[in-house]
């Protein structure tokens, strides 16, 4: 069974400063991988997905890296503001019509 | 477009009744998800459905719960007879199938409440 871990379950950085998210899973035979924002009280909303056959996706200060080989994803925050603070969760996909296995996500607060 | 379009937003309601939740996936998606959120167990996936036939419906946590899919634009979520529980936020979420198309959007979510 895949599961999904992410490190650290909580972060808190000033402004500022470049951060790195984690996301670790245990199958390395994956379909895809996506990570989420969550603000408080909201839904999911979908920030970057990247392809098996992919290495990396950006938009605009975010980049995500995806390294199956270790199992591993990275989220990369650049130039954080206090509007990025919110929940970040990683989701994986094992095949193209299987469910999404989510991480129990990292909540990310930055501080003016 | 709307987005994924869930109600109600909030309910409360008391144990031994019936609570329905809808979901109306973005207009063009193949593919909903309904999931549940607690902070004990994060977030889970209940049922998924793609092209309005349920595909895995192993997260649905007993027979209390159903869904159906009667027609491309709606879904509904029963829980008969709800339980406190039950006491979570429910997602709906859509997609279409393959490629880019796999992000999944999901919805505001319902906070069901169970006394």
């Known amino acids: 069974k895949q599961e999904v871990t992410q490190i650290p379950a909580a972060l808190s950085v000033p402004e500022g400063e470049n951060l790195v998210l984690n996301c670790s899973f245990t199958?390395?035979?994956?379909?895809?991988l996506q990570w989420f924002r969550q603000d408080p009280g909201k839904g999911l909303t979908s920030l970057l997905l990247i392809q098996s056959s992919q290495r990396e996706q950006t938009s605009g200060r975010l980049n995500a890296s995806l390294d199956k080989s270790s199992g591993r994803s990275t989220l990369y925050i650049a130039a954080s503001q206090p509007g990025d603070s919110a929940t970040y969760l990683c989701a994986d996909k094992e095949t193209s019509g299987s469910r999404l296995t989510f991480g129990e996500g990292t909540q990310l607060t930055v501080n003016p | 477009d709307a987005g994924v379009i869930q109600s109600p937003r909030h309910e409360v309601t008391e144990m031994g009744q019936e609570v329905t939740l809808r979901c109306k996936p973005i207009?063009?998606?193949?593919?909903l998800f309904w999931y549940r959120q607690t902070m004990m167990r994060g977030l889970e996936l209940l049922i998924y459905?793609?092209?309005?036939?349920?595909?895995?419906d192993s997260g649905m946590p007993e027979d209390r719960f159903s869904a159906k899919m009667p027609n491309a634009s709606f879904s509904t979520l029963k829980i008969q007879p709800s339980e406190p529980r039950d006491s979570a936020v429910y997602f709906c979420a859509s997609s279409s199938s393959g490629g880019q198309g796999d992000t999944q959007y999901f919805g505001p979510g319902t906070r069901l409440t169970v006394l």
């Open positions: 199958d390395s035979a994956i379909y895809n």
């Open positions: 459905f793609n092209n309005n036939v349920p595909i895995d």
């Open positions: 207009s063009g998606h193949n593919s």
